[in-house]
Each structure stands twice: as structure tokens, then as C-alpha cells.
């Protein structure tokens, strides 16, 4: 898989990861971050001065079933799991960016429809920023030479994505719950 698709893969399981568990898989952490030195420990209470949005507690079943109507959603309007599962180095670069542009905007707007996203650091990408004592270390990630103690100043690599509002329609009731698409059999 060249460079383009992996770092694709990585985009999409690290926004599923971050959008349902607010967390980053372990090994896209490892492999995309590498700090030079120790990242500085901020203690639970100074994180009191960022503003967090209010976590709805679910039960885990619900929020994994959320998941998978997330990728069905993105399936269903941007065909984006068959995308992702067919093998795509046959084809050439050009008929791929054709693909592409088409599933890049279905999704967006599915996006665009169900979760509302705004950027957690209001700067321009590589450009100066300083990073405040009383940081969330959940939504500012230090990379590079880290080392002594905020404030700390350093270039905006990626203005980082929070999730503001999500408006997904209603879980269907039983079994289809773990169905993202459902086979289709035409009948002659």
C-alpha cells in the first residue's frame, strides 16, 4: 500500500477512534508521533480551564453500535467501505482521482449532515501558537523537541477536530444494527 492510502486508512481509523472513544489507536500513535523528549505531565485539575464538551454516558454497546452506523451512513451515500476493501493498485492514478473526488465529496456531506466539527486551535497550520499552562493534553498534542514547561511555544502542525454536535437518525430496532450495507440480490 503506497504512502497516500496508508496515511488515508490511518485518517479514517483515527477519526472513528476519536469521534466514538476519543482516543488514538496505539499504533498510529506510535508510528506518526514520535517525541523527542518527555511530554510534561498536567495535573486533572488544570485542565479545569479548557472547555470540554459534556459526554452523554452510554451504554458501550450503544456507542459501538453508533460506530457502525457511522461507517453505514458513509457506506450508504459515499460507498466509502467499498472503497477502502477493493484492491485499488490496478488501477491508474488518474481513474483513481476520478473515484476519489466523487467519494471524497459523499462523505464530506455526510459528515457535513450528522456530526458537526469544529477545530480545537483557531490558527493557521504552521504558523506560530502558544501552548498555555492548563492545557488538555486529550485535545493539544505536543510532538517534536518537547521539554521544559508551558507556556510553550511551537508551529501549529494540524489545528486538531472536536466534535461540537451530533445529530445521527434513531438506531434501527434489532438485528440490522451490525449491518453497515446490506448484500443486494437481484432477482431475474
Not at 34 to 41: C, E, I, L
Not at 51 to 66: G, H, I, N, Q, T
Not at 129 to 144: E, N, Q, R, W
Request: net charge negative; glycine share 6%.
Amino acid at each position: 500500500m503506497n504512502g497516500f492510502w496508508k496515511r488515508t486508512v490511518f485518517a479514517f481509523r483515527h477519526f472513528f477512534s476519536s469521534l466514538f472513544h476519543d482516543d488514538t489507536p496505539n499504533d498510529i500513535a506510535q508510528n506518526r508521533v514520535k517525541p523527542a523528549g518527555p511530554v510534561p505531565q498536567v495535573p486533572a485539575a488544570a485542565v479545569s480551564s479548557v472547555s470540554r464538551l459534556k459526554e452523554v454516558e452510554r451504554p458501550a454497546s450503544e456507542a459501538f453500535d453508533r460506530a457502525v452506523q457511522m461507517l453505514a451512513l458513509l457506506q450508504r451515500d459515499g460507498r466509502l467501505i467499498d472503497f477502502l476493501a477493493e484492491d485499488i493498485s490496478a488501477y491508474p492514478d488518474a481513474q483513481l482521482g476520478a473515484a476519489v473526488r466523487t467519494i471524497h465529496e459523499t462523505c464530506r456531506q455526510v459528515l457535513d449532515h450528522y456530526v458537526k466539527l469544529e477545530s480545537i486551535v483557531n490558527s493557521e497550520e504552521d504558523q506560530p501558537v502558544t501552548v498555555h499552562a492548563g492545557f488538555d493534553p486529550a485535545a493539544i498534542k505536543l510532538i517534536g523537541n518537547v521539554a521544559g514547561e508551558p507556556p510553550i511555544r511551537g508551529v501549529l502542525r494540524h489545528k486538531g477536530w472536536r466534535v461540537k454536535e451530533v445529530n445521527l437518525p434513531p438506531l434501527p430496532q434489532g438485528a440490522g444494527r451490525m449491518v453497515v450495507a446490506p448484500a443486494e440480490v437481484e432477482l431475474t
